[in-house]
């Protein structure tokens, strides 16, 4: 691709809007020169950040409204109030009218999908769009999903969440048939609900050249890199996450109190400050940042609300790399190579009990 | 209370079986020497491992079996093949029968809560079981369950538990009225599967004199300490507990392998020693060792299958704490003073879907 990477940005969305959406871009264009930015909100607000980012300002179109969707509107209301007017809908229909190759924004979540679903469709054979994310783990990256799109799910909806996913997994870490786990409460046969062992089944029926089924992964399994993509529905997905990242802080804070408890502990940490960095480097919640939305006509990258320009940087970044790989062309040629592998008619959607 | 405190050990359970329960149970006598303990299994093998530790012979009595059930059978299996003969099941019955206090086993978690569900009976009106631990947080300890006994549940269900928790909270931390929280994927009211909704709406319709129910928590709360008791359905829960577990072990991981790298790391670490133990000891598995089944007319202590001779005697503890401060009494005391809390007729148990 010779072209620039154009990432169109709701620069109204998040806790903080365009005092971290406009710096955020501004890092990621450090980072990744080739690219151009529509800029979506108050352009009064806009403006007076790109003052401070000169490189970033040549780069970028300014595209004013006065419509944002809150953070705590509900997605009906953002869709009502929001259609047509607001930065974050404008940001996602700049990629329906090929404006944009992506867009990344912090607005609330319920919202940007119900605006992405609504704006860009769900592509053939999916019923409901996911979200998936890079997890770090022990043995390296494995993509997860879904990180709380849609709650409960059938085996059809799972099996193909396991396709999107290792689509993406194929792409990301450039693996040929990369495995995919279940996640589960047990790795036995007989655990988990009949949902989770009809799709163990159909993912065995499949028998995917393109990923390679391994079973069910317990929680624990996900940290150690027991699958390059881990599947779940929407709920089990998110506490999942929640969980281990809440653990992680808790880790944190542990670690920080204990190595400040005495002068030989002080001491300590000052000879191997060097560690603690690529420790908290490591464990640094915003190299993970960048939740992508699978399975629509169209990339959106969904940031955390609260992050930093930091943390907003990274999520550009992951656009960025959607686009430059062409991750959605190959996620879309991995569907529709396996046509069976998401069922003609639409799926029942299941009530979740 | 001046008798001792009875402990009925399933010898068979767990990975290793009499090899790391004959020496945990040696490990918590040494803390309280008020116990005594029925040990059931293969009494050749039980004996050969006392010869090590006298103090344990003479405060236990051996009860010979030779049928185990294996940490592989399914709860069908084992009730077929080891009721009434099996060391897990005689370790069971000696409660019902009040030779003992009560049962800690590793054996299988399934075979397990199938035969004290079968030979002690749920409490009235407990339509299901739960397995309820305290989880270790920024603020203290919280009680979470369930962590797996069941899939699924309405909102009668959910609120049972919640009964049922914050009973083990207000006996286990001293506490008037502990708050309630609901694992939940967002705390806004929108979020989240209609069976957790309605158990928000029962919860607060209650407004008990026993616990304060605090609303939606999500994953990352649960570390934070957002509530003293903190209620899921039994998938989330095992999802929560295995994903915060492995990722407790990825940092640590990451954390011994920075310290090694360079001399100076090494030297920091030297230090710092003692603040890398106290984190050590506040990060130890072995630690929150000892799930309790909750919700029976007897208290079922219930280790990890994998865990050594520290973390059995750690579940061990659990069990004698539990009948010291007679916490089924309590809870039975607090179920019942709410009969309102419990429903009268028997719930039905919603499949999952």
Redesign the interface.
Known sequence: MSQKVRIALDAMGGDFGASVVVPGAAISLTRHPDTEFLLFGDSALINKELQAHPALKAASQVIHTDVAVSM?D?PSQALRRGRKTSSMWLAIEAVKNGKADVTVSAGNT?ALMAMSRFCLRTLPGVDRPAIAAVWP??RGDSVVLDL?AS??G?AEHLRTLAVMGSAMARVLFDLERPTVGL?N??V?E?K????IRAAADLLRAMDSPQFDFIGFV???????GAADVIV?E???G??????????????S???RS??S??W??K??????????R??KD??DPNKSNGGVFLGLNGVVVKSHGGTSADGFAYAVDVGYDMVRYDLLTKINQTLHRDPAALGVLPTAQ????
């Open positions: 705590h509900k319920g783990t022990l709380g709650i409960g059938d996640l409460i047990g036995e007989i988990g609900g009949e949902e317990e929680g624990d399994g996900i940290g150690k779940s929407g709920f089990a998110n506490i999942a996450l929640k969980a281990a990242e809440g653990t992680a802080r808790q880790i804070e542990y670690l204990a190595m408890r005495t030989r502990s001491l300590g940490y000052l000879f191997a400050r060097q560690a603690f690529s420790l490591k464990m299941e009530a979740v009990s």
